[in-house]
């Protein structure tokens, strides 16, 4: 059955989507495939690390807190491809909800301290 892509992909973004297959064909270990859902953390937390260190953790995110500040395109070939390939949820909480909370409302501090943390799975 041939996968269902919500968007319809122009040139760029099919060179995107195929390197993101390709990373995840190379380094999603094996006992990660298929899940569904978050993994026990630990068995998720290198792979976290690994998503981290290739710019992936928080494409939304903008480039000023280390984000990628990826297009809406590229946010959904990357959750389209991550949920075929296995666990497609990296940590809502954080990335989604806390990390841009501290970014609006938070102190200089709090930014430089908390959103690092957040990216790299410190805290």
Known sequence: ????NFIADDKKNIIFREEVRSWLRENLP???????TRPPPGLFQSWYKKVYQRGWIAPHWPKEY??????????LILQEEF????????????LNHIG???MK?????????HLPNILSGEI
């Open 83 to 94: 949920g075929r390939a296995g666990p497609q949820v990296l940590s809502r909480q954080a």
């Open 30 to 36: 094996d006992n990660l495939r298929g899940w569904a």
């Open 1 to 4: 059955m041939e996968p269902i």
């Open 66 to 75: 280390s984000g990628t500040d990826a297009s809406v395109d590229q946010q």
């Open 105 to 113: 409302f938070g102190t200089q501090k709090q930014k430089e301290f």
């Open 100 to 102: 841009p909370i501290i």
